[in-house]
């Protein structure tokens, strides 16, 4: 913890600042960086030291948190939708998209086509869409039940 701490604060913002443009490329890939993401997106916010610390603890505790969730899936009984950019480079929508509708009961998978990793922010009309048909798909559903 002490050596995380110092990193955060003596490096995590210099060495952030020099690699921010090519992470952000990277996380936005293949689409564009929207313009004003460092300051309306919170693009910058990451470069905070108590931001490293909390993404170090996240990394720490992701596959413990993560391995929990799977059994729990069959309990889920409401739709669920799930939104993939198609050219998304960090989570692929073969690998986790599918799976995870495959394993849930009532979900679907959207594919945002040419999107990236970041479609809520570079396709929000699309998004904005989707979560319409989503409402819709759930009113739907809970109008079959009977209390």
């Known amino acids: ?7 955060a604060w003596m490096f995590s913002a210099p060495i952030g600042k020099l690699v921010h443009h090519a ?7 293949p689409e564009t960086v929207v313009k004003d993401f460092d300051t309306s997106g919170g693009g910058l916010l990451g470069l905070r030291p108590w931001a490293f610390s909390a993404a170090c603890k996240d990394m720490m505790a992701i596959s413990r948190e993560m391995a929990a969730i799977p059994p729990n899936y069959p309990n889920v009984t409401i739709p669920v939708s799930v ?3 198609n050219q998304d480079a960090l989570l692929n ?8 509708v495959a394993a ?6 959207h594919l945002i086509e040419g999107g990236g990793h970041m479609i809520l922010v570079t396709k929000p009309d699309q998004i904005a869409d989707l979560i319409r048909q989503s409402i819709a798909r759930t009113a739907r559903h809970r109008s079959t039940f009977s209390f």
């Open 93 to 100: 929508h073969q690998t986790h998209g599918k799976q995870l």
């Open 83 to 85: 939104l993939f950019g």
């Open 23 to 29: 992470s952000l490329k990277a996380t936005f890939a």
């Open 104 to 109: 849930l009961p009532q979900a679907n998978l």
């Open 1 to 7: 913890p002490i050596i995380q701490w110092m990193v």
